[in-house]
């Protein structure tokens, strides 16, 4: 089934042709057809090939055609089939199948055009996802990873005619392509430290390369992961990403574009094994940016800006475990915040469609009684990301914590308040929305009532994944051997293990970090929901909280430091430079140039004596000249 891969991303890009250039003439039954049965028959595939590589570890690589042929550099179009490729294949596929099923009943107030418009982005946005997770060489890997670049441009500027959304997806592409340069200059690097950008060819190599050339490679390579997977600096073009359809967000949080940077890191987990100083920025990084995102959540009032950051604070995560050497704990963590984070965003999006795109939580409350499917599978989505057992977020979040613990006790304790954090302000969330009374008008009152079923359906689906997910990760403090996803994984970072440094931690140590964690969570879960459900805040924040609800001011700091005065050098040069200096002079020269021959026409003049005045005037200034040579 390998061999039919190419299958996977062909789906969905038949399905963008056809949706696309069918827009005009296609309806919205059969337009939500297409777009989702293209992405299903990819889940089909995938789970086919899934099943196969669960019996075969080695990677099976499908060359499509030659890409780039010289003598020198020999990059072929192909698809590298392993344990990993085929994981991330299933998540894309089924969430983004889950996704585009709940968008045909969300965007259903669409014209008919707009419709097919959306669905063939949606589907363009897959099949990017999908060739950048099943490329066998970075250059494959990099032309998805500015497919996707270019459909979270499309998306999130869906409703192009609205400025402010026109900005976001212009921030987004900006912010993304500054890290790209980084990821491109890496690549380069790659090609001549080993003279091929193939997995297959570069990985076997990496330890016979010196550690300054792999730190510089992996150092670029995680410049383009900061910008496509939102980490300090270039974390501020997510949350402003909320300007497209509630579903696009979910799709590009859960199942798409910021997974890209763990991926690729996970992917090339040899070159930052044997590259330790990348490896500590990755995980100081990561961890600075999930506290800070997290603070930022705190007093947000947007419920999809407190959804924003809260991705943007677990993907901090997930670099944390990725710099701390938990590859396969980053890559769990990635499956199950693809389902409980589509879940929230989905139950979100089912909110702002009952209360008619209201999304200001201070004007919400008690709509768990009004919407019972969404008020309760959304409550799963909290208890997950909070990290409360048995569901997923625990197994995977405390995976990361241990292995932060083994690194360095400072990572596990702060990353341990990040959790706290994360707890506190998805049950403020949770409560000012779902618990005590209704605070919205008086006509958004009359007309509560509970998503369709179209809407209702995934968020059930997500809801039982996010529940269960975890226990594919069961570590081996409750039984040995029981790591179902780590025995999976283990053929992909075998030869990191081999050159990583073992930090094992006690079982006795491990129960002592895990009671205590999930102790002070379960607490800050109780007061929050307690308090934010009698007492739900209702106006502006002030003092400290101020300073979080305008996100510590960094895209003013941005702003002031950066756009600024970048316009204001525009400006100089447009006037003096472009306008004075190269208009100036070329205009210069076609207006002398006009001139002269406005004054030469008057030689011209029809006149015999005139003629005859300048033949004798030049027949003496050619006998003086004669006289003279």
């Given amino acids: 089934m390998s061999k039919l891969v190419y299958l996977v991303p062909l789906f969905p890009l038949v399905g963008f042709l056809i949706n696309g250039l069918g827009r005009k003439q296609l309806g919205k039954s059969l337009t939500a057809l297409i777009g989702s049965g293209a992405v299903l028959a990819s889940f089909v595939v995938s789970w086919l090939i899934f099943n196969e590589t669960r019996a075969e570890s080695s990677p099976v690589i499908v060359t499509l055609f030659d890409f780039i042929k010289t003598a020198t550099v020999d990059i072929p179009f192909a698809f590298q089939v392993d344990r990993l490729s085929a994981l991330f294949l299933l998540v894309i596929t089924g969430v983004g199948f889950l996704i585009h099923v709940y968008s045909a009943s969300y965007m259903h107030e669409e014209s008919n055009e707009h419709y097919a418009r959306y669905f063939s982005y949606l ?52 912010m993304n392509r500054i890290g790209d ?206 990290g409360i057992p ?74 039982v994944l996010a529940v269960v997910a975890g226990f594919a990760g069961i570590p081996a403090l409750f039984a040995a051997d029981a790591h179902w996803l780590q025995n999976y994984l283990a053929p992909v970072f075998a030869e990191s293990a081999t050159y990583a440094t073992a930090h094992d931690v006690a079982h006795s140590t491990e129960w002592i970090l895990l009671a205590v964690s999930v102790a002070l969570i379960l607490a800050v879960v109780a007061y929050a929901w307690n308090r934010f459900s009698k007492q739900p805040e209702t106006g502006e924040a002030s003092g400290f909280g101020r300073l979080l609800a305008q996100k510590w001011y960094v895209d003013e700091l941005y702003d002031t430091i950066i756009t600024k005065p970048l316009n204001g050098f525009a400006r100089f040069s447009n006037r003096f430079v472009e306008k004075s200096g190269i208009d100036g002079v070329v205009n210069g020269v076609g207006k002398t140039v006009l001139w002269g021959g406005r004054q030469l026409r008057l030689l011209q003049s029809g006149q015999v004596g005139s003629y005859v005045l300048w033949m004798v005037l030049g027949l003496l200034l050619f006998l003086v000249l004669s006289i003279s040579f």
């Fill in 123 to 174: 589907n363009l946005f897959v099949f990017s996802m999908l060739l950048l997770v099943l490329g066998a060489n970075y250059l494959i890997l990099f032309i998805g990873w500015e497919g996707v670049g270019l459909c979270s441009y499309l998306l999130i500027g869906y409703w192009f005619k609205n400025h402010e959304y026109g900005n976001a997806a212009r921030k987004a592409f900006v």
């Fill in 390 to 463: 048995p569901f997923s977020g625990f197994f995977s979040k405390d995976e990361i914590l241990m292995h932060a613990f083994a690194a360095h006790p400072l990572y596990y304790v702060l990353g341990l308040v990040g959790a706290l954090l994360t707890a506190f302000y998805m049950f403020r969330l949770y409560a000012m929305t779902f618990r005590g009374s209704f605070r919205g008008t008086q006509e958004q009152a009359q007309h509560l009532h509970e998503s369709p079923r179209a809407m209702t359906l995934p968020l059930v689906v997500l809801a």
């Fill in 181 to 386: 340069l980084g990821f491109l200059l890496g690549l380069f690097f790659i090609l001549q430290q080993f003279g091929s950008l193939t997995f297959t060819t570069v990985f076997p190599q990496a330890g016979s390369a010196g550690t300054g050339m792999l730190t510089l490679i992996t150092l670029l390579l995680f410049i383009g992961a900061t910008g496509k997977s939102a980490q300090i600096p270039l974390y501020t073009w997510l949350p402003d990403a909320m300007a497209g359809p509630t579903p696009v967000s979910a799709l590009i949080h859960a199942a798409t574009m910021v997974t890209a940077g763990i991926y690729m890191i996970a992917r090339s987990n040899i070159l930052y094994t044997l590259a330790p100083a990348s490896q500590t920025v990755v995980a100081i990084t990561g961890l600075a940016t999930a506290l800070l995102a997290a603070t930022i959540a705190l007093k947000q009032n947007d419920i999809k800006k407190v959804l924003a950051y809260s991705t943007v604070s677990q993907l901090g995560y997930m670099f944390l475990g990725l710099g701390v050497g938990a590859f396969t704990g980053a890559v769990f963590h990635v499956i199950t915040h693809a389902f409980f984070k589509a879940l929230l965003f989905l139950g979100a999006g089912s909110v702002i469609h009952a209360l008619h795109h209201e999304q200001d939580i201070r004007r919400m409350g008690g709509l768990g009684g009004k919407m019972p499917v969404t008020h309760w599978t959304f409550l799963a989505g909290c208890i997950a990301i909070a």
